[in-house]
C-alpha cells in the first residue's frame, strides 16, 4: 500500500472519529485553507476553510443528544507523492445516547489531496446524491451492489 494511500485512509479515520466526537478542529485539520467545496446541502459552494468551519459548526451544533456515525464504503484512492484523490459512498447514521441508530443517508464524495502544511490535505471535497428525473428528489440510499 502506497504512503497516499495509508494518508487518506487515515483521513478518513480522522473525518469519522471526529464527526462522532463532534470535535470541529480535528475535522478542520483534515481541509487546506484554501479549499473549495461542492456540498449536498443548503448552499452551492464553500469557499475557504473559514467558511466550511462556520457549516460544520453549525451542523455539530444542530446535534442534541445524538451523535452521528460515519462509515466510508467501496472507497477508492489514486495518487502519488503530494497529491491523491479518494471516492467513497458515506453512510451518515444519527444514534441514540444508548446506542441506537435513528436513521441514515448516504451520499457520494470525492475528495482531491494535496501536501499542505506537510500534511496531505483536502483542497476539493464533492458531495451528491443521484436525483430522479420524474420528481427531482434526492435518492438517499443506494441500493445494495
Known sequence: MSD???QVLMALETYESAVLARDLDAFMCLYD???RIFDAWAEWMYEGAAAWRVSIENWFSSL???SVSVRFDDVKIMGDGGFGSMTA???YSNVSDDGQVLGSIQNRISWILQVSGG???VIHEHT???VVFE???AIFHRESP
Open 33 to 35: 485553507p484554501e479549499v
Open 4 to 6: 497516499t494511500n495509508k
Open 89 to 91: 459512498f458515506a453512510t
Open 135 to 137: 420528481d427531482a428528489k
Open 119 to 121: 500534511e496531505l490535505r
Open 64 to 66: 442534541r443528544n445524538e
Open 128 to 130: 451528491s446524491v443521484p
